[in-house]
Structure formats: C-alpha cells, structure tokens
Nanobody, 126 residues
C-alpha cells in the first residue's frame, strides 16, 4: 500500500522559511496527483496546494499564493512544499496527500485523495 512520510516541519519566526518534504512509496508515484493540506487546532483540514502528475500544473489556495511553492521530483518520488514569508496564521499541522483519481479540476477536494501522511507541525512565531 502507498505510504507517505513527511518531514521538515518545525518552529520558525515570522518572515522565515521552511521546506516540507513528503516521501512516497508503495505505488507508482507519477500516477498520483499530490497535495498539501493544513489543519489548525479545532478546525477542519483545508487545501493548501497541489501539483499534477509531472508537476506541470500547480494550484494554490489564495492565502499562500506568491509565498509557497509546491513541487515534485518523480525520480525521487518526493513532493515538496517550499514555504517562504511565513506568517503566524500559517501555524498548523501540514499533511501531504496522494490521489490517483484526482484531476486538475478536483485538486481542492479532500475526499478525492486516497492516501495521507502522518502530518508535520509548522509553528510560526511573531
């Protein structure tokens, strides 16, 4: 079965940067659209970014446009989230997700994804 293992979370000051990584195994990576979601305490999980099968199409939620970059390395079967200009409101647990049935028009729909990572905590101090 597909397994996703995240890393790279931590504590950073406002304005700083983090790079999250998600290692994929157990399947054919290029068959999956990959996404990042966040969940703040007491809130539902919500969409952050996603990338298509070869990385040619990328979609972001409005609040991170211009600050975050999603990318994938199919040779390394890894998806990344480069997070720049971080704000305290970015504080959350970040989850990577893989979806074989996801398309470029359904990237934001959480329930379309098949597999999820364990989550990694990102904390931004002011």
């Amino acid at each position: 079965q597909v397994q996703l293992i995240e890393s790279g979370g931590g504590l950073v000051q406002a304005g700083g940067s983090l790079r999250l990584s998600c290692a994929f195994s157990g399947g054919t990576f290029s068959n999956y659209i990959m996404g990042w979601f966040l969940q703040a305490p007491g809130k539902e999980r919500e969409f952050v970014a996603a990338t298509s099968w070869s990385g040619g199409y990328r979609l972001y939620t409005d609040s991170v446009k211009g600050r975050f970059t999603i990318s994938r390395d199919n040779a390394k079967t890894t998806v990344f989230l480069q997070m720049n200009s971080l704000k305290p409101e970015d504080t959350a647990v970040y989850y990577c997700a893989a979806g074989a049935k996801v398309t470029t028009t359904t990237m934001k729909i959480l329930r379309q994804y098949d597999y999820w990572g364990q989550g990694t905590q990102v904390t931004v101090s002011s």
